[in-house]
């Protein structure tokens, strides 16, 4: 019953925008920091973007700042990952996490983002 799922990815020229969505079941997102990751072909998985419960914190790579925007809608128990100016080094397959320290970890099966003229 416990299920994240992603959605939103596609094939975007670069300059262009998208927006992913982060839908849970099963689960409410209180008390969870959400996090956004992503994993390019052949390269490790790295950190993207996060928001907290508490006061709505949010934090982001250096490499998306100013660019990407994390937020959510309670009442809908979604995540949004906003990514305008999106570049081919975006490309990538998103995940969402939500995470409580060490107690909760939830992943979501990932959404293709490929940034291509």
């Known amino acids: 019953q416990v299920q994240l799922v992603e959605s939103g990815g596609g094939l975007v020229q670069p300059g262009g925008s998208l927006r992913l969505s982060c839908a849970a079941s099963?689960?409410?997102?209180?008390?969870?920091?959400i996090n956004w990751y992503r994993r390019a072909p052949g390269k490790e998985r790295e950190f993207v973007a996060g928001?907290?419960?508490?006061?709505?914190?949010?934090a982001y790579a250096d490499s998306v700042k100013g660019r990407f925007t994390i937020s959510r809608d309670n009442a809908k128990n979604t995540v949004y990952l906003q990514m305008n100016s999106l570049k081919p080094v975006d490309t990538a397959v998103y995940y969402c996490?939500?995470?409580?320290?060490?107690?909760?970890?939830?992943w979501g099966q990932g959404t293709q983002v490929t940034v291509s003229s």
């Open positions: 928001i907290m419960w508490t006061a709505r914190g949010t």
């Open positions: 099963g689960f409410t997102f209180s008390g969870y920091t």
């Open positions: 996490n939500a995470r409580i320290g060490t107690t909760y970890d939830y």
